[in-house]
């Protein structure tokens, strides 16, 4: 689908131009400097030439094909341009121009108005207020962009919305020697999505590994089954800009997006295996990691360093990502004795020291590679200037190829030097990453090992649950849509929770104290009574709530004293529940985000969740392995367990009801907003207590 | 004191090598390549030469004076080496060869024998298992280390203990084109020590900042009292490594420091007002930016920007970090109008859009310039190819001298290129700190407004509180300790939290139940009864704890009932006290640290410090503003306010009491660790209702 916009085979420039500090000019000096091995057909109404190269009045005028025309005038005439295009036969448009949906109602407009007879043709559109693409593909050199780095050949892609952060990956990546595979940044995206391009090279075998950049998604859930698919098969390494309320507020600015402050993009990362990064150069650091080595088993990582601090820094910040520096086996330990100088330290770190040559790294990277204690390889390799830093980098090359464990090097050097960027240049040409600080390196291992454990963690699929009944639940919402209320009472809440099998406490809805005492009754002391008046706010502030009543003399007072309280609210209704003391109390929610679904929230309730805000969140639909990870992950997890002499809480119940849950929200899209709230958490029961609903 | 060391005139080579391969060779090269303006001797029993110049058999032959001897043969003839530089009148000695107290105990020996050496001859020792000393001084030039790196003169000057990350950072200050005043690594440090660095280049006014590194220090009071006395003059950058127990491991294997996994670091620079960081690329480049940029008056930031992603990332560092990105007053937005192109966007980013030129870049750093709204600039500048980025450089430049707001740039473009070296010159001879990705210039603002914040933090000196009996307390103390007892009994604790004027619960100790309900009736109901004896442990599983005793029956059968039950441990005391309900349950703490004195520790008691560690710690003497600091810093510090209606507590109680324990530990400075836990919190009074103290 996307072939002849990544791979042309003739390009037209719309608006070339012969001033050389005008986009109209790069981007055929790019082509032309890049070496691209198509035809390029500058469009110039006056000029008969642009950069050497003939230029054409009219697209018309143009004797061959054109699979990509790049648009770079004014935004008012790009509606006729793309009809012109339509017309030629050109399969897609690069629309550099700006001024559309990004800069208010006039340019969606616009936008509109060039999609309609872009629609109309089958032309693909890329942008507008965009950079472009490029592919590196020897074969074809295509850099129809109007940016500045002319990347080497690789396996890695990059898309980006924003040109300026796409540009900045491409450029991080080559400033580490990383070869690129294909690059796009597509600015409003009002046609070609970044789903498609996903997919795209998610079918390219060239394409080894894909970063990518975003500041939200217009169509959240394509994104989420899109991503889902390409991160079954090669890794995709990607950030999210607009964390806080001002840089959303940035970002909404300048690609026309509806970014919003969102926790939502970060759930469809870890939901969709995608690895998330908060720093760009991270991000691009980790992917120089991706490119050359292998993905490793576990999170065991043996140190290999020829000065102490580093290592140091190193074990900090491996450890602080959740990786391991385990001792080594007795076997390694004296295979190192055998062969390290006497000076040498030989634990994990193995401190190799300053003076230690070839045949020293290559002994220790090679007793690492057969030490089944750890998983991949971490190398300070510093160019102590009194060795012979060529040899220390053709061993590392070669004993990093005798084995099947990633090698992470953290180089240490002075690249102003000659002597030292041939030592690099062994590294770089062994496929060697390598990286000039120990965090920065450490860091990029601790990737590939994060990397390793989202391939492994499979969430399973929902599960269904026997003998819930979809057609009450709907039956309840509906008639409370019909009579026109969004938000439903206890009384409908309550059956729709049982209709899913979630437990809930005994309750019934009752007119007066006779039938509050023969309630309480069946349902078994002791009990709560509440008012039941969408009129009362502030039920227990006006006492209309009185809990533990543990006799019918106390029920009937109870009725008997809100009947003369709030008899002025007319004819009352009570709700008489059980009353469950102790139990840890839960909170449960869920929030219907645009176009994706819901968002589920699991959490401690009371001061948990007020002063701590200690919940977190999945989207729906929620697995057994997603519902134990989101017990897991509070902070106050170990209050689960039980504290201070106290039980521990029924996990496996919880889990279920959060499953349970999601499975009413996928069956009732319409609920907008969820509380089950408070959910008490016993031993052997979770019980739900009280619950809203707004659809 | 230093002079000798770090401005030598004359430096002899102690192992001077032919071998071009080590170290004897490499410091002499070393010295010959920076241009070292002193006289360099090699000493060397064969050789009549080395890398050109004249060689000594021995220092005797030497005919000057000699400042610095190089010590680079083997450990154990050092202590004769040192006491031939003592009779050669050598001033100060850099031993770079190990083998010492990092190696163990023989090691350890040959440390101090050659440390006796030196004492006796007045010679000051550098290292040993150190790289050295470096003066960039352009009338010096003295590289007295075998690392790599030459560095540029400028006014940072680095120490650190390991050389491996002293020559990285040096490294990296070097990669980013910023000038070095002096460097020192010293690794064993034996003799002359980090704090006496410190001290020498507080008076050095060449430098203007200073880098550290450390692992943990031998005299941390020693520390504290210099970096207090230099951060008032300058600022320092630190990292301490060995964060993580796994780095604190590796890390006391390499320099022979007695490092642990200590909270204490970070407490030392905090209290003197260190700049702490976690990643020494983040350190360096806030270097960068501390070499050339005042500091900001404050947290607000102007963001300038030719590219829309890249500020967007910007903007989350930034916020997250504690800045603001506060909108601009109409003044600015009119005269940015009045200035940059129709499709700028003109508010916090200002985004003058990619094909901004040299003028509107002026006018948007002019207009921030003046704009009272914020106190610091951050520009993104991608050098968009379509545009004059010399001119843009040099207007950058021009208008960031034209006022007295610090100017931090995100400069993203491709230095392979010869173009955009010249525009990098451009900003780099303006002193306007750049780096390659938002992210990293956004930290590095985010650094110079952290040091704003320290400056300006005075924490005051400790108070004294009236009244105090320090003499009685130091006599309780005295008196267990005559004893042979290291535990305080209550009975003494409570006296001594009294005779600082803690306010305790109302207690005495009776020997009987009618004794009980004397005093029980004297302190007031409800009371507390405890048995009081050492040979009881876990008194309440045991039945020897009765709580909320509400009048003089309750007392009377409790004692008996203790008295019968736990009898067979012999006469029984009981103590009585006031029984407290409700409250906010607190814990304070304090232990003793090696060299350091009290760390003081508060806390949220029960579920809050066993589920979250929700503690925090200062170094005592803690003040007023420190103590307040305390409460705010705790995560659960929303329940001191109250929460769900409930009542705050009275925090300048807790604040005096915590002052009032730390000057408690000032005078006793015997005692090891102390609890008290708990101490109640109410909306008016604050009570310690137990303690317990180990001297």
Redesign the interface.
């Known amino acids: 689908m996307l072939d002849a916009l990544f791979k042309p085979r003739a390009v037209a420039i719309v608006g070339a131009s012969t001033k050389e ?3 109209g ?2 981007i055929i ?2 082509l032309q400097t890049y070496g691209y091995r198509g035809r390029i057909y500058p469009i110039n109404p006056t000029a008969p030439d642009v950069r050497g190269l003939k230029a054409y009045k009219t697209l018309d005028e143009i004797p061959g094909e054109v699979d990509v025309a790049h648009i770079i005038i004014p935004a008012k005439l790009v509606p006729q341009a793309i009809e012109d295009c339509g017309r030629k036969g050109v399969k897609a448009v690069v629309i550099n121009s ?2 559309f949906s990004e ?1 208010g109602e006039e340019g969606a407009r616009l936008q509109e108005a060039f999609l309609a007879n872009a629609r109309k043709h089958g032309v693909r559109v890329f942008g507008p207020n965009c950079q472009g693409i490029i592919n590196t593909d020897p074969a074809l050199k295509a850099y129809c962009n ?5 990347p080497e050949p690789g396996s890695v892609s990059v898309v ?9 990956i491409m ?2 990546l ?2 580490l020697g990383v070869g690129m595979r294909m690059y796009a940044s597509n600015g409003n995206a009002c046609d070609v999505s970044i789903p498609e391009i996903l997919r795209y090279w998610g079918d390219d075998p060239g394409c080894k590994a894909i970063v990518l ?1 975003t ?1 939200g998604f217009s169509d959240p859930k394509e994104f989420l089954e899109t991503a889902r698919e390409v991160t079954a098969r090669k890794p995709i390494l990607a950030m999210k ?11 909404s ?3 026309g997006s509806l970014a919003g402050v969102d926790i939502a993009t970060e759930l469809i990362f870890e939901k969709t295996g995608i690895l998330s990064f908060q ?3 991270e991000m691009v650091r980790a992917a120089m990691a991706f490119a050359t080595q292998p993905i490793p088993a576990g999170n065991r990582v043996g ?1 290999i ?1 020829n ?7 190193a ?2 910040v491996l ?2 990502a959740g990786l ?2 385990p001792a080594l086996s007795e076997t390694s330990i004296a295979r190192l004795k055998a062969t390290q100088l006497p ?1 040498a ?1 030989l ?1 994990n ?1 193995v ?1 190799v ?1 300053a ?1 230690a040559g070839g045949d020293q790294f290559r002994a220790a990277v090679d007793a690492l590679q057969e030490e089944e204690g750890v998983d991949s390889i971490f190398i ?1 390799f ?7 830093t060529h040899e220390v980098a053709r061993q590392i090359v070669a004993a990093s190829r005798n084995g099947n464990k990633p090698v992470v090097c953290n180089f ?3 690249l ?2 000659e002597r ?1 960027r041939v030592t690099m240049g062994i590294l770089k040409e062994g496929g060697i990453p390598f990286y ?5 390196a450490a860091r990029a291992l601790a990737a590939l090992a994060r990397y390793g454990r989202l391939r492994k963690r499979d969430i399973g699929r929902p599960e269904t649950f026997p003998g819930t009944d979809a057609a009450k639940a709907r039956s309840i919402v509906d008639r409370a849509r019909k009579a026109g209320r969004s938000v439903l009472s206890a009384a409908e809440v309550y059956p729709i929770l049982e209709a899913y099998g979630i437990p809930v406490a005994g309750w019934k809805v009752v007119q007066s104290a006779a039938e509050a005492v023969a309630a309480a009754g069946s349902i078994g002391y002791p009990v709560v009574v509440k008012v039941d008046s969408e009129a009362i706010d502030h039920k227990s502030d006006r006492g209309g709530v009185a809990v533990n009543l543990k006799d019918a003399a106390a029920v009937r007072s109870a009725v008997e004293e809100m009947q003369a309280r709030l008899g002025a609210f007319g004819s009352l209704r009570f709700f008489v529940q059980k009353f469950l003391p102790g139990g840890r109390e839960l909170i449960l929610g869920a929030r219907a985000e645009r176009e994706l679904g819901h968002l589920v929230m699991f959490g401690l309730g ?2 948990y969740v ?3 805000k200690d919940v977190v969140f999945k989207i729906a639909p929620v697995t057994g392995v997603e519902a134990r990870e989101m017990l897991a992950s509070i ?2 997890r ?2 689960l367990d039980g ?2 002499g106290g039980k521990g809480v029924d996990k496996e119940g919880i889990a279920s009801l959060i499953q349970r849950l999601s499975r009413l929200l996928t069956d009732l899209p319409m609920i907008r907003e969820m509380d089950v709230n408070p959910v008490l958490a016993f031993e052997h029961a979770v019980i739900a207590v009280d619950g809203r609903i707004r659809i």
Chains 1, 2 share one sequence.
Not at 382 to 388: H, I, L, R
Request: glycine content about 12%.
């Open positions: 500090l005008s986009i000019n790069v000096k790019n700006a001024g800069m109007f940016t500045f780095t002319y980006a919305l924003s040109g300026g952060v796409g540009a900045l450029q991080g080559f400033d950049y500041e800009a607009g964390r806080t309320e001002q840089g959303a507020k940035a970002a600015s300048h690609t720093d760009e150069e140190i360093t000065t102490g601090g580093p290592a140091v820094i074990t900090d450890v602080a391991e520096v000076q330290a634990g770190p401190d020291v003076t300070n510093v160019t102590a200037p009194f060795t012979d240490m050097t002075d102003t030097q030292y000039a600080t120990p965090t920065a009371g001061i007020e002063v701590l902070k106050t170990a209050l504290v201070r």
